[in-house]
């Protein structure tokens, strides 16, 4: 049993047809789905699969089954064919942010080198990466590197290379793997500010901001299939 992520061919789709393949109490598992898998930092998204609340989702250990968690038993059943639709404010958001912290590494590794993030969160109104620097980072070098990138609005792509990985890349920068969901312009963040503080042992902490100036029902996202 094997969930097709349908996120990964287009990370804007909002709504789509799914066959169920089981319902274990408030857990379902569809044959195709446009709902994010937590991971890499990411929540997982919430949303509705035909008048069912969807409040978590989740993957297998293995990644290839994604588990929709219900807010309560679904009233359909397995071989039934269903309609999916996620929470798409919810989900631009997050992407932006995933996006985000793509370019804040890309502006660190910029300014101090070849550093290796430690942990990751994305969230709605902000994110959040570390760095294991115990010297001081200008984080206003970074956040020039980041506004120049988003100004000069460098397509975004995501690509499954050699051995198997799905990367994330802008032109003339080093590919990211990733298998999150992100914006396909770098304009689409719009505002950004970034802040730093100690994380302690741990190194230093990057928080970034990505904020709409214009409403977001101007993505291109707001389509569905």
Known sequence: MTTTRLYWQDAYLVTAPARVLDVDGTTVVLDAT??????????????????QRVIDTRASEDRRIIFHHLESPPTFAAGDEVTTQIDWERRYALMRHHTLLHLVHLAVRHIAGDVAPGGTQVGEDKA??????????DIAAVEAVVRDLVTENLPATTAVVADGTRCW???GWSPIPCGGTHVERLCELDSVSLRAKSAGRRGIRIYATSTLTQSSSNARGTRAP
């Not at 446009?34 to 997982?44: C, D, E, K, V, W």
């Open 34 to 51: 446009p709902f994010h898998a937590h991971g890499g930092g990411q929540p997982g998204d919430t949303g509705a699969i035909v008048d």
């Open 128 to 137: 959040r990466i570390e760095y294991a620097l115990h010297a001081s980072l």
């Open 169 to 171: 890349e802008i032109p």
